[in-house]
């Protein structure tokens, strides 16, 4: 009888093992599956390695990769595959944001039930909200420099374009060269995962910081003489401007202004204030991770919390917060935020509705920075952008080591049927103006055309 009893049991805990070995199997099948069936060596779903299935499409249902009959394929055009490369991704799964490899589970159309089956062996589908036809106007206005540009929907997140550089053909992938500096970053979507020293586009920033802090800030007037003195170092100005107020501050981009404005407002709050502003942010676009910028709190009255309100010193910027940024000025301090995924396979419907954010900055002062933003575009920039409602700021960043200055632009189109924020960086490419401002007038003008 004992016997039977100790044989009774060890079959009871045999069947509670089994029992919670599945359970395990089964918590790991739905946590992981997707992982799982998206390792290269999974032969029903990719081919040498490549991905074999799967089609993605642009916000006009371009094909930017398709698989019809079993064959995959990229887009005919080459510019438009250098183009959204970094959106896309590289079939060996190189560029970790693209689609092709973030998405890689929704492309081979994997679920429970089926696995990895499609009943016409086609995987799934699907479509992003960027412009492939922009995105090369995008690409050949950087004329083969490297840099990002970013156009976003500041009234629905949609990002229209994410264009990163240098880039390659997928279909022929280059022998990348350790060290070579045709090559630096090839691989990486600047638009989404780099952050770079910002110039004088920070000063928008620090504007906005004040116009929150201090009922005077739109009023405020500091002097400017080209130098100012600061724990016995020198800031500096390219001009020597007298008393001057933001809004014509803004414009000339005076130095010596924004230096002072940082040293009032304190190395503690403008760093709170950045990271309200959701310039500091590690954003999540569709899962993806956004670089985070940085801002140190540097000590009170110190060069180093002088050069940061100018955007010098640690700052560093990520391209895509500091075009959601520029859409929250648009929107009365309201973000949108960003996205890139339209839909999921032909069942899902377009995604419609926006995701609304928490204001990061009070509708008076949004107001009151977007109409200086929009002022100074006639009267600084005369001429640039001819037939836009261009609200913006230019920038030139000192990146030392002997290197050219970034040239920047950002802002957003003050026009109710295009409400486009855009972040424009060209690497060393010398004036913001006259480069970077150049690719965005370019690129807005196809953005509403």
């Known amino acids: 009888m004992k016997k039977v009893k100790r044989r009774s049991f060890s079959i009871l805990l045999l069947v509670l093992l089994a029992m919670a070995c599945m359970v395990i199997f089964l918590f790991r099948l739905v946590a992981d599956g997707n992982a799982w069936v998206t390792f ?48 896309l991704g590289d079939r060996r799964g190189s560029i970790g944001t693209g689609a092709l490899t973030f998405y890689a589970d929704k492309l081979i159309g994997y679920n429970l039930v089926n696995g990895v089956y499609s009943f016409d062996g086609n995987g799934g589908s699907l479509t992003l909200t960027v412009d492939a036809e922009l995105s090369r106007v995008a690409y050949l206005a950087l004329a083969g420099r490297h840099g990002s540009v970013v156009v976003l929907n500041y009234e629905t997140g949609e990002i229209l374009t994410s264009v990163s550089a240098p880039t390659f053909d997928p279909l022929n992938p280059p022998d990348v060269i350790e060290g070579d500096p045709r090559f630096n970053g090839i691989f990486l979507n600047r638009g989404f995962s780099s952050a770079f020293v910002p110039g004088s586009i920070f000063k928008v920033a620090t504007a906005a910081a004040a116009l929150d802090t201090f009922a005077d800030a739109a009023t405020r007037q500091y002097v400017c003489q080209g130098v100012h003195m600061v724990d016995g170092s020198r800031v500096t100005c390219l001009g020597n401007h007298g008393s001057i107020s933001m809004e014509r501050a803004l414009g000339v981009s005076c130095n010596i202004y924004f230096a002072k404005l940082a040293l009032d407002l304190g190395g503690m709050p403008l760093a709170r204030y950045m990271e309200q502003f959701g310039l500091t942010t590690a954003h999540n676009v569709d899962g993806i991770r956004i670089a985070p910028g940085n801002f140190v709190a540097a000590e009170t009255n110190t060069p180093a919390l002088a050069w940061s309100g100018v955007g010098q010193s640690e700052n560093l910027t990520n391209p895509l917060s500091m075009a959601r940024f520029m859409g929250a000025v648009a929107n009365g301090g309201v973000p949108v935020e960003p996205r890139i995924l339209e839909s999921t396979g032909s069942l899902i419907p377009r995604r419609n509705e926006p995701v609304i954010g928490e204001p990061i900055m009070p509708a008076f002062a949004a107001n009151e920075l977007a109409m200086m933003l929009r002022s100074i575009v006639p009267v600084h920039y005369p001429g640039r952008f001819p037939g836009l409602s261009v609200a913006g700021k230019t920038g030139t960043a000192e990146v030392g080591q002997g290197l050219g200055t970034h040239a920047w632009f950002a802002g957003f189109l003050d026009d109710p049927n295009h409400p486009y924020a855009f972040v424009v960086l060209v690497e060393h490419g010398g004036g913001g103006l006259a480069v970077a401002g150049a690719v965005a007038n370019t690129v807005l003008q196809a953005a509403v055309g």
Not at 42 to 63: C, E, H, K, T
Not at 65 to 77: H, S
Request: aromatic share 6%; charged share 25%.
């Open 40 to 87: 290269p060596s999974n032969q029903n779903v990719f081919s040498g390695g490549l991905l074999a299935m799967g089609s993605v499409y642009d916000r006009n249902d371009i094909p930017l990769a398709e698989t019809r009959d079993g064959v995959f394929r990229l887009n005919d055009n080459p510019e438009i595959r250098r183009a959204t490369l970094h959106v």
